[in-house]
């Protein structure tokens, strides 16, 4: 059962009423300040939603121009004419959208495109770009972009470069990329001689792989080392 109110506690102010009194007497006191503060308030509102609707939507025309390059890859057979009209694309979302993740990846593609038509001084402007970019080392993207560097100094014969992009590809997150990440290393390692550190790397690699066609590859290679 409830406690009875005394007529002490009848006759006090409410809180709730008191702290609205208190309230209204400082508005009335600085009508100018009030103002003034639920002005910046709503202002700072309006600006932060115009700015997520202007970032959604540069996102998403980013995304739209990189989904109508990446379907014209797809649909085209990789003639050099495909490729230098989807490295227009990429050039252009670069330029137009240079702060979205579509611009990010695109120097990646650019790169893929470049190596595919023998550029490889191109190749690794784009790949150098991506890397440099606030690119996540997440679902191992970061390490495609470490090891395509790899490849491009391994085709210009500058083995030691070609290895430390794939030493730094392989200390990145490279689940699921294990195999191909020690296969490089060690293929490097044959490069240049050290059967040794091939032969461990390849060892690795075989540890790793779940491929049957690449485990007798990789076996192969171990016996020849061996």
């Not at 702060?99 to 595919?116: F, I, K, Q, T």
């Not at 461990?200 to 290679?221: G, Q, R």
């Amino acid at each position: 059962m409830a406690a009875k109110l005394t007529k002490k506690e009848l006759t006090q102010p409410d809180a709730f009423q008191s702290t609205i009194e208190v309230i209204s007497d400082y508005i009335s006191e600085n009508k100018t300040r009030f103002y003034a503060i639920v002005a910046a308030v709503v202002l700072a509102a309006i600006i932060a939603f115009g700015i997520y609707i202007y970032w959604s939507n540069y996102q998403s025309s980013a995304k739209e121009m990189y989904a109508r390059a990446q379907n014209d890859i797809a649909k085209n057979v990789e003639t050099p004419e495909a490729a230098r009209a989807n490295i227009k694309i990429f050039q252009e979302l670069i330029a137009k959208y240079p702060h979205s993740w579509s611009a990010r990846m695109s120097h990646y593609h650019e790169g893929n495109l470049y190596y595919n038509l023998g550029e490889i001084d191109n190749a690794i402007a784009e790949y150098k770009k991506f890397e440099a970019s606030r690119i996540s080392d997440n679902a191992g993207i970061k390490f495609l972009g470490l090891t395509s560097l790899g490849y491009c100094y391994e085709a210009k014969k500058d083995f030691q470069s070609a290895l430390e992009y794939f030493e730094k590809a392989q200390k990145s997150n490279n689940v699921g990329f294990e195999s191909i990440g020690f296969r490089n290393i060690a293929r490097i390692y044959e490069q240049l001689n050290d059967k040794k550190k091939a032969l461990e790397n390849y060892k690795s690699a075989l540890e790793k792989t779940t491929d049957p066609s690449m485990t007798i590859f990789i076996k192969h290679k171990i016996s020849s080392l061996s």
